[in-house]
């Protein structure tokens, strides 16, 4: 077939009849796409004359996972319907699915959906294609992949994070981390853009090698007095039936469990949780906790016996041998540390923003309330220097002496039962090398300089080659979810730095048009899976997840993709073990069965649709046995106990450098407040860019999933929120246009102006599709085009909310203003 020069648009525009016949004719598939009336679809809970109903869920990364019931008709899904087993009770409720699994149907038949392979022709990036046969797609593929193994290594083959098949128990590895590894491994990565900050730091503080979970919302919801929700927003992050959406609301009822809300932005959880709500600026929450620890030392209000006994390095009493005087947390707070500043409420008041006798009533409340849970969200670790903000919230929950017993906690995201059914196998990965998730960029740029000690290279000393190959599997971080979305752009479009790239997914993301082969994947509804709960605290589950409907066009499972790979590189035999998707499924649950036989086998799982089971050990109580024993059960730390101040991390600031370093890169044992780059107290005097962009989680999509979708766009419409008080000074009202700009990009988005949010502060909900203008400026609302790619300095992290920007209306631009500025070293 001779190429054919067709932009994106002009593709699906034209391919979409012709390819409507596969889907069971053109009516159905039409109605799907929302481009016409839907067909009749039977009342709600009837089953279609001459149908089925089939168990299946979706599976993005909103933290729960949904049990949805498709009802299909003549080889169509007519309607989707919520899960109806289980009941009202907290550990064995309905399992819910909120408004965007409820709208799959318009995910199944859409007119972005990649309806067959297709080949780059032209410029990587310029949106032109030729549509190829899997046989050809198949060949190019192993082709490119063999031919970077011979000639660069298995360590120039990398996979990308995605989170759009995320947790179902097949479809979330697709097949392909086995298949690298049974063909010599790859590049791995540590850690992930949800908690990359938190979920490194934890090791120096309590020794876990993840994120300390806490106690569980449903141990918060029977035993807690006072929960804290810091930078945690469960009501739009967690929602469903399934997830803590349900739980935190269950908490809610207790008239004797008062709940504050510390947030800039006054989320749907403030909204209606909280009973009081508190606004620091961005990026200052550790300036908060040390105001507010100050006033329990000076007041006597910390829990001295519980930090003698538990903790390390609170006092100087209580320091590691042979560290100098002066750098205990308790000098650091009464300003006889080296920066010799008493971090006085009024002190982190001038920082925070929040009103000096807030902080005294907030700190003396949390000393006295037993017992309280201080639960933190994923936000305040995601700026710069992240990591000392997720510690400093953890310490002030050893002040209290919280942790470990019921109704506290350790100052972690809420607690849950982790499922105990069978994933797939991926095997071992021969690679020894790992990144950070935060760092593909720098090593398709620069991947030979990349070392342990400047760039966070794990496994190794120092990589030996930049990426080459590479693979975006369900997952728009190319495009979206990266940092610095035009940066990010001339890196990949840059064809003689990584060499060959390979998108797999059901819809034709920005990031697709930046691959050289795109291969179409198919929906949940389209394939066999087993899908588990995630943070869904005590009550965990199982969803049976059948084919409801065949392929639709010409795509396929990434299951089946990876079987004809491996047949072509020569290990399908060991890759597919003589088994089909559906004879995996069967496999994994029968394993499943044999280590836990109340659990039901594959043919009654697949009639009852959900399985649940509960917590054997009771509620959530997060290190309960270190409590009640710390000599018996100590922590993974150097002293076997919770390190305020952290040994390891005061030997690492040794050794570690940082490449191109800005302020607030900086190693530190304690949890100290640091000023950083494009923090708040550089907006006070930038008057170029005096605002602090930050990106929330949004109803109407989970990241990039679902951002396509017309109904939920129309019902939640992308807006930036904006304070009255800032938009008043630029002449803007409520629903106008505005353009967010600084050197790095610039986006236009309508705005909704509301006291909503802290004054100096701009929320542009994260996760939008890009639709770039011809001058580059971003009209969807894409936050990542003014993000940064500068990394945290302990985990390397992605620091996406630490972001100085200025706003001004969108009708009113000044030829030039805020356009992208030539960067230095640029592959481009």
């Given at each position: 077939?001779?190429?054919?020069?067709?932009?994106?648009?002009?593709?699906?525009?034209?391919?979409?009849?012709?390819?409507?016949?596969?889907?069971?004719?053109?009516?159905?598939?039409?109605?799907?796409?929302?481009?016409?009336?839907?067909?009749?679809?039977?009342?709600?809970?009837?089953?279609?004359p001459k149908g089925r109903t089939v168990w299946s869920a979706c599976v993005v990364n909103c933290g729960s996972r949904c049990p949805l019931r498709l009802q299909v008709q003549d080889g169509?899904?007519?309607?989707?319907?919520?899960?109806?087993?289980?009941?009202?009770?907290?550990?064995?409720?309905?399992?819910?699915?909120?408004?965007?699994?409820?709208?799959?149907?318009?995910?199944?038949?859409?007119?972005?959906?990649?309806?067959?392979?297709?080949?780059?022709?032209?410029?990587?990036?310029?949106?032109?294609?030729?549509?190829?046969?899997?046989?050809?797609?198949?060949?190019?593929?192993?082709?490119?992949?063999?031919?970077?193994?011979?000639?660069?290594?298995?360590?120039?083959?990398?996979?990308?994070?995605?989170?759009?098949?995320?947790?179902?128990?097949?479809?979330?590895?697709?097949?392909?981390?086995?298949?690298?590894?049974?063909?010599?491994?790859?590049?791995?990565?540590?850690?992930?853009?949800?908690?990359?900050?938190?979920?490194?730091?934890?090791?120096?503080?309590?020794?876990?090698?993840?994120?300390?979970?806490?106690?569980?919302?449903?141990?918060?919801?029977?035993?807690?007095?006072?929960?804290?929700?810091?930078?945690?927003?469960?009501?739009?992050?967690?929602?469903?039936?399934?997830?803590?959406?349900?739980?935190?609301?269950?908490?809610?009822?207790?008239?004797?469990?008062?709940?504050?809300?510390?947030?800039?932005?006054?989320?749907?959880?403030?909204?209606?949780?909280?009973?009081?709500?508190?606004?620091?600026?961005?990026?200052?929450?550790?300036?908060?906790?040390?105001?507010?620890?100050?006033?329990?030392?000076?007041?006597?209000?910390?829990?001295?016996?519980?930090?003698?006994?538990?903790?390390?390095?609170?006092?100087?009493?209580?320091?590691?041998?042979?560290?100098?005087?002066?750098?205990?947390?308790?000098?650091?707070?009464?300003?006889?540390?080296?920066?010799?500043?008493?971090?006085?409420?009024?002190?982190?008041?001038?920082?925070?923003?929040?009103?000096?006798?807030?902080?005294?009533?907030?700190?003396?409340?949390?000393?006295?309330?037993?017992?309280?849970?201080?639960?933190?969200?994923?936000?305040?670790?995601?700026?710069?220097?992240?990591?000392?903000?997720?510690?400093?919230?953890?310490?002030?929950?050893?002040?209290?002496?919280?942790?470990?017993?019921?109704?506290?906690?350790?100052?972690?995201?809420?607690?849950?039962?982790?499922?105990?059914?069978?994933?797939?196998?991926?095997?071992?990965?021969?690679?020894?090398?790992?990144?950070?998730?935060?760092?593909?960029?720098?090593?398709?740029?620069?991947?030979?300089?990349?070392?342990?000690?400047?760039?966070?290279?794990?496994?190794?000393?120092?990589?030996?080659?930049?990426?080459?190959?590479?693979?975006?599997?369900?997952?728009?971080?190319?495009?979206?979810?990266?940092?610095?979305?035009?940066?990010?752009?001339?890196?990949?479009?840059?064809?003689?730095?990584?060499?060959?790239?390979?998108?797999?997914?059901?819809?034709?993301?920005?990031?697709?048009?930046?691959?050289?082969?795109?291969?179409?994947?198919?929906?949940?509804?389209?394939?066999?899976?087993?899908?588990?709960?995630?943070?869904?605290?005590?009550?965990?589950?199982?969803?049976?997840?059948?084919?409801?409907?065949?392929?639709?066009?010409?795509?396929?499972?990434?299951?089946?993709?990876?079987?004809?790979?491996?047949?072509?590189?020569?290990?399908?035999?060991?890759?597919?073990?003589?088994?089909?998707?559906?004879?995996?499924?069967?496999?994994?649950?029968?394993?499943?069965?044999?280590?836990?036989?109340?659990?039901?086998?594959?043919?009654?799982?697949?009639?009852?649709?959900?399985?649940?089971?509960?917590?054997?050990?009771?509620?959530?109580?997060?290190?309960?046995?270190?409590?009640?024993?710390?000599?018996?059960?100590?922590?993974?730390?150097?002293?076997?106990?919770?390190?305020?101040?952290?040994?390891?991390?005061?030997?690492?600031?040794?050794?570690?450098?940082?490449?191109?370093?800005?302020?607030?890169?900086?190693?530190?044992?304690?949890?100290?407040?640091l000023d950083t780059w494009e923090g708040a107290v550089e907006a006070r005097s930038n008057e170029k860019y005096p605002l602090q962009v930050i990106g929330h989680h949004f109803k109407g999509?989970?990241?990039?999933?679902?951002?396509?979708?017309?109904?939920?766009?129309?019902?939640?419409?992308?807006?930036?929120?904006?304070?009255?008080?800032?938009?008043?000074?630029?002449?803007?009202?409520?629903?106008?246009?505005?353009?967010?700009?600084?050197?790095?990009?610039?986006?236009?988005?309508?705005?909704?102006?509301?006291?909503?949010?802290?004054?100096?502060?701009?929320?542009?909900?994260?996760?939008?599709?890009?639709?770039?203008?011809?001058?580059?400026?971003?009209?969807?609302?894409?936050?990542?085009?003014?993000?940064?790619?500068?990394?945290?300095?302990?985990?390397?992290?992605?620091?996406?909310?630490?972001?100085?920007?200025?706003?001004?209306?969108?009708?009113?631009?000044?030829?030039?203003?805020?356009?992208?500025?030539?960067?230095?070293?640029?592959?481009?």
């Amino acid at each position: 077939m001779p190429p054919t020069a067709l932009t994106t648009t002009e593709f699906s525009r034209r391919s979409l009849l012709r390819w409507s016949a596969v889907a069971g004719g053109g009516a159905a598939l039409l109605g799907g796409c929302g481009t016409k009336e839907a067909p009749a679809t039977p009342a709600p809970g009837a089953i279609p004359p001459k149908g089925r109903t089939v168990w299946s869920a979706c599976v993005v990364n909103c933290g729960s996972r949904c049990p949805l019931r498709l009802q299909v008709q003549d080889g169509t899904v007519v309607r989707v319907l919520p899960d109806d087993t289980g009941d009202d009770s907290l550990l064995g409720r309905q399992i819910r699915a909120c408004v965007r699994g409820r709208n799959m149907r318009q995910r199944i038949y859409n007119p972005d959906r990649i309806k067959k392979p297709l080949k780059r022709v032209g410029k990587r990036g310029e949106g032109k294609w030729q549509e190829i046969s899997w046989e050809e797609a198949f060949d190019l593929f192993a082709k490119k992949l063999r031919y970077t193994i011979d000639t660069y290594g298995n360590e120039a083959i990398f996979k990308t994070y995605g989170s759009g098949v995320w947790n179902a128990h097949i479809a979330y590895s697709g097949g392909w981390k086995r298949l690298f590894n049974l063909l010599g491994g790859s590049l791995d990565y540590y850690g992930n853009y949800s908690y990359g900050q938190i979920g490194t730091c934890t090791k120096y503080h309590y020794g876990a090698d993840d994120e300390q979970m806490s106690n569980s919302f449903e141990d918060a919801a029977t035993n807690s007095r006072l929960l804290v929700l810091w930078g945690n927003n469960p009501q739009e992050t967690r929602m469903s039936g399934g997830g803590n959406t349900f739980t935190s609301l269950w908490a809610h009822k207790r008239s004797d469990l008062r709940i504050v809300v510390v947030d800039p932005r006054y989320s749907d959880s403030a909204s209606l949780l909280a009973d009081e709500w508190i606004a620091p600026r961005p990026g200052t929450d550790a300036a908060l906790v040390a105001g507010m620890a100050y006033v329990m030392v000076t007041e006597n209000l910390h829990d001295q016996k519980f930090l003698d006994e538990y903790c390390s390095g609170f006092d100087e009493e209580h320091m590691p041998a042979g560290v100098p005087k002066g750098n205990s947390y308790k000098s650091y707070l009464l300003g006889e540390g080296k920066d010799r500043t008493k971090k006085t409420p009024a002190w982190a008041s001038r920082i925070t923003g929040v009103p000096e006798a807030t902080i005294v009533k907030f700190a003396r409340e949390l000393a006295t309330t037993k017992p309280a849970n201080i639960t933190q969200g994923w936000g305040p670790q995601r700026h710069a220097n992240g990591e000392n903000i997720a510690r400093a919230i953890y310490t002030l929950a050893a002040m209290t002496g919280n942790v470990g017993i019921p109704g506290g906690g350790t100052g972690g995201r809420e607690g849950y039962y982790w499922p105990v059914t069978q994933w797939f196998p991926d095997g071992d990965n021969p690679v020894e090398a790992s990144i950070s998730f935060y760092g593909w960029t720098d090593a398709i740029v620069r991947g030979p300089e990349m070392t342990a000690t400047a760039d966070g290279v794990r496994g190794v000393d120092k990589l030996s080659t930049g990426i080459k190959f590479m693979l975006s599997y369900g997952g728009n971080v190319l495009a979206s979810q990266h940092g610095d979305v035009n940066r990010t752009k001339e890196i990949v479009s840059d064809e003689s730095l990584c060499e060959f790239i390979c998108v797999v997914d059901n819809q034709m993301t920005a990031s697709a048009q930046l691959a050289d082969l795109v291969l179409p994947d198919t929906t949940a509804a389209e394939r066999w899976d087993l899908i588990p709960s995630e943070y869904t605290g005590d009550m965990a589950y199982l969803i049976m997840g059948e084919k409801a409907v065949e392929p639709l066009f010409d795509s396929k499972p990434a299951y089946d993709m990876c079987t004809e790979i491996a047949k072509r590189m020569g290990v399908e035999k060991e890759f597919t073990e003589g088994r089909t998707l559906e004879g995996w499924a069967r496999h994994m649950q029968a394993e499943t069965v044999k280590e836990h036989p109340d659990f039901p086998d594959f043919e009654t799982l697949r009639k009852k649709g959900v399985h649940r089971y509960q917590n054997p050990d009771g509620l959530t109580v997060a290190l309960k046995e270190f409590r009640e024993d710390p000599k018996k059960n100590p922590l993974a730390t150097p002293s076997g106990k919770i390190e305020i101040f952290s040994s390891d991390l005061w030997e690492l600031a040794k050794t570690w450098t940082f490449r191109d370093p800005l302020p607030g890169d900086e190693i530190t044992a304690l949890p100290v407040h640091l000023d950083t780059w494009e923090g708040a107290v550089e907006a006070r005097s930038n008057e170029k860019y005096p605002l602090q962009v930050i990106g929330h989680h949004f109803k109407g999509r989970t990241h990039s999933t679902y951002g396509n979708l017309a109904y939920n766009r129309e019902a939640h419409p992308q807006k930036a929120w904006m304070n009255s008080l800032d938009a008043a000074d630029r002449g803007i009202k409520n629903g106008d246009r505005i353009l967010v700009f600084n050197d790095r990009g610039r986006l236009t988005v309508p705005v909704m102006v509301t006291p909503r949010i802290m004054p100096g502060v701009v929320s542009v909900p994260q996760g939008a599709w890009l639709e770039r203008g011809p001058d580059g400026t971003d009209h969807g609302g894409v936050v990542n085009i003014l993000t940064s790619q500068h990394p945290t300095p302990l985990s390397k992290g992605n620091a996406q909310h630490t972001v100085l920007a200025q706003v001004q209306l969108a009708t009113d631009v000044p030829d030039g203003v805020g356009r992208p500025t030539p960067r230095a070293g640029s592959p481009v």
